[in-house]
């Protein structure tokens, strides 16, 4: 088994032509809501901190891109509707047969800065 990645090139680097695509949408989608969000590798996988903090992941698998921490109940809290998209525990998969929901990945971090926001004022 090979090693975890070190830095978000290698990880990037291990990525086929199918998956490298789907998940430089994702990636230009975080960054475009927070674009001082620094990428990180944590978990094996690509990391966005804000601030410090952990703001969210987000990882290329064999049919699908996930974003993490997003849950059910966190769309739900949010009023971000996630029907459409098959989610587990702290995960929304984007299946690598469609295009990739900009749209609602913005929306999504866009919640979950506000919510890093509120903790930080805490």
Not at 15 to 26: E, G, V
Not at 70 to 88: K, Q, V, W
């Amino acid at each position: 088994m090979p090693a975890k990645p070190a830095t978000v090139a290698q990880y990037v680097a291990r990525l086929n032509a199918r998956q490298r695509p789907a998940l430089d949408t994702l990636r230009k989608a975080i960054k475009t809501v927070a674009p001082k969000a620094e990428e990180t590798i944590s978990y094996g996988i690509l990391g966005f901190k804000l601030d410090g903090k952990g703001l969210v992941w987000c990882a290329a698998w064999k049919a699908h891109c996930s974003l993490y921490p997003i849950s059910p109940t966190f769309g739900e809290t949010h009023a971000i509707d996630l029907s459409r998209y098959e989610t587990a525990k702290g995960t929304i998969k984007f299946p690598l047969s469609k295009p990739v929901p900009t749209t609602l990945v913005k929306r999504l971090v866009k919640a979950r800065v506000a919510e890093l926001k509120t903790e930080l004022l805490s």
